[in-house]
């Protein structure tokens, strides 16, 4: 079982930067896959980001709209997942969960994973 609690959501203008980070229990951490997803008003989930869990070498990947502002990092020793948003624009507000999933199946698939956390909030202003 693992619990993931997001941090460092909140209000920012357009060009801001913010980083979210994503704490998780468990002893386990670096065998899971690891995303950020996010879900804007009336809209459904969208995958931003995701890492791999370290053994797949711990690469990342991007939604389209986020490549080249978001970055996603892991510190396994911290259990910690970070997601680094710089430039951001108004389109980027969303609640943003993060999610652990096991090996296998597609990053970019919000059923694939196992667990999530409890969302914050991220409010960007023109």
């Known amino acids: 079982q693992v619990q993931l609690v997001e941090s460092g959501g909140g209000l920012a203008q357009a060009g801001d930067s913010l980083r979210l980070s994503c704490a998780a229990s468990?002893?386990?951490?670096?065998?899971?896959?690891l995303a950020w997803f996010r879900q804007a008003p009336g809209k459904e989930r969208e995958f931003v980001t995701a890492?791999?869990?370290?053994?797949?070498?711990?690469?990342?990947y991007f939604a389209d709209s986020v490549k080249g502002r978001f970055t996603i990092s892991r510190d396994n020793a911290k259990n910690t997942v970070y997601l680094q948003m710089n430039s951001l624009k108004p389109e980027d507000t969303a609640v943003y969960y993060c999610?652990?999933?096991?090996?296998?199946?597609?990053?970019?698939?919000?059923?694939?994973?196992?667990?999530w956390g409890q969302g914050t909030q991220v409010t960007v202003s023109s």
């Open positions: 890492i791999t869990n370290s053994w797949s070498g711990g690469s990342s």
């Open positions: 468990g002893r386990t951490f670096n065998r899971y896959d």
């Open positions: 999610a652990a999933k096991d090996y296998g199946g597609r990053l970019d698939v919000g059923e694939n994973y196992n667990y």
